[in-house]
């Protein structure tokens, strides 16, 4: 595990990567959505960045923590791409490889409890500060 200070540098300068891409794959995507279908009123950019940082994330778990060759297990890699990069793209990533490990140890009610804790409370959270806010 590397030092502390190496450690921020590592989650910084990934986060700071994942957070310009999440923003200006966003303003992409929402520029060809409005340019090709102007009537579709559905969050397309996020939904597109919540899926392909979920898919990220599993690719850099399964290649940086999960592969039995020792070689390719680096906790140094992972921190900048798993939980720098994507953890400035979209935190949603987290939340479905946390969500995918509970249901692949057959924690059912766990991971129930989880996916729709998470969604549910999320929704109550933002009303709840839009309320307190006026």
């Known amino acids: 595990m590397p030092d502390w200070l190496a450690t921020c540098g590592l989650l910084a300068g990934g986060g700071a990567v994942g957070t310009l891409a999440r923003y200006?794959?966003?303003v992409l995507v929402k520029q060809v959505q409005q340019a090709r279908w102007?009537?579709?009123?559905?969050?397309?950019?996020?939904?597109?960045?919540n899926v392909s940082g979920?898919?990220?994330?599993g690719f850099v778990a399964a290649y940086f923590l999960s592969h039995p060759d020792p070689a390719r297990r680096?906790?140094?890699?992972?921190?900048?791409?798993?939980?720098?990069?994507c953890g400035g793209f979209t935190t949603f990533s987290t939340f479905s490889l946390e969500a995918f490990e509970l249901i692949r140890d057959e924690r059912w009610g766990s991971a129930i409890a989880y996916t729709l804790g998470s969604v549910?409370?999320?929704?109550f959270g933002v009303w709840l500060a839009l309320r307190i806010a006026k």
């Open 24 to 26: 200006w794959l966003g």
């Open 74 to 85: 680096s906790a140094n890699l992972y921190l900048l791409l798993g939980a720098g990069f």
């Open 120 to 123: 549910v409370a999320g929704i």
């Open 54 to 57: 979920s898919m990220i994330l």
């Open 38 to 49: 102007p009537l579709l009123e559905f969050p397309v950019a996020t939904l597109l960045i």
